[in-house]
C-alpha cells in the first residue's frame, strides 16, 4: 500500500505502509528515519505498547529503577523527555541527542520498528493490557486528545477498533507481531493486569531483566512512586503539562482510573460477545495465554 493519507471528520490520520498514525505528532520523515536510519545502541531499552496499555507506568518505573527508587529525576522532568516516543518526529531528536543509557518509547508494529534492533542487544519491555480496557482508555483518551479522530459512539469506535482503523492500527497485530519475538533473551514481556495484581514482584522481575540490583527500601521507593496516586499528582508524568491545541484538557484528565476490568462498566452484554468473537478469530494459533483469556 502507499504512503497516502486518508480523510477523517476534523483529524486526518497518516498512512505508513498501511498504518494509520497521527500525522500532527508523526510524519512520513519520522517514520522512515526511525525505521532505516535510528542506530540502537546496546544499552538502549525500549518500552514497546499498544497505546493506552501502559506507556506511562513503565516509564515511570523505569525512571525509578534507573535512579534506585530516587524520585528527583521523575519528579523535574517530562516523562516524554526522559523517554521520548521515537517514531514522533520531536522525539526522534530528543533520543538522538540523549546521552546514554537512553529509555525509549515505541506504538509501532514490529515490522515497522528500527531494523538496527535486530543487529544490537538493546532490550525490549513490552506491556500489554486487556484489549477490552485498551478499548475503553482509548475510546476517552481519544475525546481529548486534538491528534486523534472523534471516536463518535463506544459502539462505532468499537467497530473501528477491531477493525484496526484506529491510530497505530491493528490491536491484535501488533500484539502478534511483537510477541513472536518471546523467547529472545533481550525481549521481555509483561501485562498490565501483572502490574496492577503485584507491583513489587513486576518490579523485581522487571530489575532481573535489566540485571539492576536494587535493594529492598530501593524497591520500596520504586513501588511506592510508580503508584497510579502519586504517578496522578506528578506533573512531569499526569500529562498536565501537554499544551490546549494538543489536548482538551477541559473534556477530562489523562490519567483517569489506572485499573482493570473497567469495560464491564462499558460494554453491553452483546457488545462483550461480539469482541469475544472477533478477539478467538484473530488470536488463532497465538500459543501464549494472557491474563484475561
Not at 500532527?24 to 522512515?32: F, Y
Not at 532490550?123 to 477490552?132: D, E, G, H, S, V
Not at 459512539?153 to 519475538?181: I, R
Amino acid at each position: 500500500m502507499s504512503n497516502s493519507s486518508f480523510t477523517m471528520p476534523s483529524v486526518e490520520y497518516l498512512s505508513y505502509k498501511g498504518v494509520p498514525f497521527p500525522h500532527v505528532a508523526v510524519t512520513e520523515e519520522s517514520l522512515d528515519q526511525m525505521e532505516n536510519e535510528f542506530r540502537f545502541l546496546n544499552d538502549d531499552v525500549a518500552i514497546v505498547t499498544y497505546p493506552k496499555s501502559g506507556t506511562i507506568w513503565m516509564s515511570e518505573i523505569l525512571g525509578l529503577i534507573r535512579q534506585k527508587g530516587d524520585p528527583a529525576w521523575t519528579h523535574s522532568l517530562p516523562m516524554w523527555d526522559r523517554s521520548p516516543w521515537i517514531e514522533t518526529s520531536l522525539g526522534l531528536k530528543i533520543a538522538l541527542r540523549s546521552p546514554p543509557p537512553r529509555v525509549l518509547c515505541s506504538h509501532v508494529q514490529f515490522q515497522l520498528f528500527p531494523k538496527s534492533f535486530l543487529q544490537s542487544n538493546a532490550k525490549i519491555i513490552y506491556t500489554l493490557r486487556n484489549p477490552k480496557d485498551v478499548l475503553i482508555s482509548f475510546y476517552y483518551f481519544s475525546m481529548l486528545s486534538r491528534l486523534f479522530k472523534d471516536p463518535g459512539t463506544l459502539e462505532e469506535f468499537m467497530e473501528e477498533f477491531l477493525s484496526g482503523n484506529v491510530a497505530y492500527g491493528s490491536w491484535f497485530d501488533h500484539v502478534k507481531g511483537w510477541m513472536a519475538l518471546k523467547g529472545r533473551p533481550n525481549f521481555f514481556y509483561i501485562t498490565y493486569e501483572e502490574l496492577w495484581q503485584d507491583l513489587r514482584g513486576s518490579v523485581e522481575k522487571i530489575c532481573h531483566f535489566l540485571g539492576k540490583e536494587l535493594n529492598s527500601q530501593q524497591i520500596d521507593s520504586v513501588v511506592e512512586y510508580a503508584s497510579f496516586r502519586k504517578m496522578k499528582e506528578n506533573k512531569m508524568s499526569n500529562f498536565s503539562l501537554i499544551p490546549d491545541h494538543l489536548m482538551d484538557h477541559k473534556r477530562g484528565t489523562f490519567m483517569r482510573k489506572g485499573i482493570c476490568g473497567d469495560w464491564k462498566n462499558h460494554l453491553t452484554v452483546p457488545q462483550n460477545k461480539y469482541f469475544d468473537r472477533v478477539y478467538q478469530e484473530k488470536m488463532w494459533g497465538m500459543n501464549t495465554t494472557f491474563p484475561w483469556d
